[in-house]
Protein backbone atom coordinates (compact mmCIF):
# COMPACT_ATOMS: atom_id res chain seq x y z
CA UNK A 1 0.00 0.00 0.00
CA UNK A 2 1.23 3.40 -1.01
CA UNK A 3 -0.26 6.92 -0.44
CA UNK A 4 0.24 10.01 -2.72
CA UNK A 5 -0.15 12.97 -1.88
CA UNK A 6 0.11 16.20 -4.85
CA UNK A 7 0.52 19.38 -4.29
CA UNK A 8 2.06 22.29 -6.25
CA UNK A 9 -1.23 23.37 -8.11
CA UNK A 10 -2.69 26.70 -8.34
CA UNK A 11 -3.28 29.68 -10.58
CA UNK A 12 -0.71 30.61 -13.32
CA UNK A 13 -1.17 32.90 -16.72
CA UNK A 14 -0.63 31.56 -20.27
CA UNK A 15 2.83 30.77 -20.65
CA UNK A 16 3.84 30.33 -16.81
CA UNK A 17 5.21 27.39 -15.12
CA UNK A 18 4.55 24.93 -12.14
CA UNK A 19 5.78 22.35 -10.51
CA UNK A 20 3.91 19.74 -9.00
CA UNK A 21 5.55 17.36 -6.78
CA UNK A 22 3.49 13.53 -5.57
CA UNK A 23 5.27 12.49 -2.33
CA UNK A 24 4.72 8.91 -1.71
CA UNK A 25 4.15 7.08 1.76
CA UNK A 26 6.04 3.14 2.02
CA UNK A 27 9.56 2.01 0.94
CA UNK A 28 8.57 0.15 -2.59
CA UNK A 29 8.48 3.66 -4.55
CA UNK A 30 11.27 2.65 -6.52
CA UNK A 31 9.62 0.02 -7.30
CA UNK A 32 6.43 1.80 -8.95
CA UNK A 33 5.88 2.61 -12.12
CA UNK A 34 4.55 6.50 -11.61
CA UNK A 35 2.18 8.19 -13.95
CA UNK A 36 0.52 12.05 -13.87
CA UNK A 37 -2.78 12.28 -15.11
CA UNK A 38 -5.58 15.04 -15.37
CA UNK A 39 -9.23 15.58 -15.53
CA UNK A 40 -11.80 18.04 -16.45
CA UNK A 41 -15.64 17.89 -15.00
CA UNK A 42 -18.16 15.90 -17.36
CA UNK A 43 -14.73 14.20 -19.01
CA UNK A 44 -12.19 10.87 -18.82
CA UNK A 45 -8.92 10.74 -16.61
CA UNK A 46 -6.72 11.73 -19.24
CA UNK A 47 -2.77 9.97 -19.60
CA UNK A 48 -0.25 13.23 -19.31
CA UNK A 49 2.96 11.21 -18.90
CA UNK A 50 4.88 8.19 -16.83
CA UNK A 51 8.26 7.39 -15.96
CA UNK A 52 9.72 4.02 -15.11
CA UNK A 53 11.00 2.81 -11.72
CA UNK A 54 14.10 3.83 -12.27
CA UNK A 55 13.47 7.07 -14.05
CA UNK A 56 15.25 6.70 -16.86
CA UNK A 57 12.92 5.84 -19.52
CA UNK A 58 9.30 8.61 -19.70
CA UNK A 59 6.50 8.78 -22.10
CA UNK A 60 4.08 12.15 -22.88
CA UNK A 61 0.93 12.66 -24.48
CA UNK A 62 1.20 14.69 -27.55
CA UNK A 63 -0.82 17.69 -26.29
CA UNK A 64 1.99 18.02 -23.73
CA UNK A 65 5.16 17.09 -25.32
CA UNK A 66 8.31 19.46 -25.40
CA UNK A 67 6.65 21.62 -22.46
CA UNK A 68 6.05 19.29 -19.61
CA UNK A 69 8.57 17.04 -17.93
CA UNK A 70 7.82 13.86 -15.18
CA UNK A 71 11.12 13.35 -13.56
CA UNK A 72 11.50 10.63 -10.13
CA UNK A 73 13.55 11.03 -6.84
CA UNK A 74 13.60 7.86 -5.56
CA UNK A 75 15.40 8.57 -2.21
CA UNK A 76 12.67 11.22 -1.52
CA UNK A 77 9.78 9.27 -2.70
CA UNK A 78 8.75 11.90 -4.58
CA UNK A 79 7.76 12.53 -8.72
CA UNK A 80 7.90 15.23 -10.31
CA UNK A 81 5.50 17.23 -13.45
CA UNK A 82 7.32 20.73 -14.26
CA UNK A 83 4.86 22.71 -16.23
CA UNK A 84 5.94 24.97 -18.75
CA UNK A 85 4.48 27.37 -21.46
CA UNK A 86 0.71 26.71 -20.11
CA UNK A 87 -2.00 27.29 -21.85
CA UNK A 88 -5.76 27.40 -20.98
CA UNK A 89 -6.37 23.82 -22.33
CA UNK A 90 -4.37 22.70 -19.31
CA UNK A 91 -6.55 23.34 -16.98
CA UNK A 92 -7.89 20.28 -14.88
CA UNK A 93 -7.10 18.56 -11.52
CA UNK A 94 -4.19 16.67 -11.57
CA UNK A 95 -3.47 13.06 -10.33
CA UNK A 96 -0.40 11.22 -9.92
CA UNK A 97 -0.64 7.83 -9.91
CA UNK A 98 1.49 4.26 -9.14
CA UNK A 99 1.47 1.06 -10.63
CA UNK A 100 3.21 -1.70 -8.02
CA UNK A 101 3.50 -3.70 -10.96
CA UNK A 102 6.02 -1.72 -12.75
CA UNK A 103 4.65 -1.71 -15.78
CA UNK A 104 3.35 2.19 -15.74
CA UNK A 105 1.65 3.12 -19.35
CA UNK A 106 -1.01 5.71 -20.83
CA UNK A 107 -3.83 3.38 -19.37
CA UNK A 108 -5.79 5.18 -16.01
CA UNK A 109 -7.22 1.41 -15.40
CA UNK A 110 -3.38 0.30 -15.13
CA UNK A 111 -2.74 2.37 -11.93
CA UNK A 112 -3.33 1.25 -8.58
CA UNK A 113 -3.00 4.01 -6.37
CA UNK A 114 -3.51 7.61 -6.77
CA UNK A 115 -3.49 10.97 -4.88
CA UNK A 116 -6.37 13.12 -4.10
CA UNK A 117 -5.34 15.79 -6.86
CA UNK A 118 -4.32 19.44 -7.38
CA UNK A 119 -6.20 21.75 -9.63
CA UNK A 120 -4.42 23.96 -12.02
CA UNK A 121 -5.75 26.92 -13.40
CA UNK A 122 -4.49 28.64 -16.70
CA UNK A 123 -6.01 31.98 -17.26
CA UNK A 124 -5.28 34.17 -19.86
Known amino acids: QVQLVESGGGLVQVGGSLRLPCAAS????????MGWFRQVPGKDRDFVAT????????AYADSVKGRFTISRDNAENTVYLQMNSLKPEDTAVYYC?????????????????WGQGTQVTVTS
Open 97 to 113: AADKDGAGGTHYWKYDY
Open 51 to 58: INMSGDRT
Open 26 to 33: GRAFSTYA
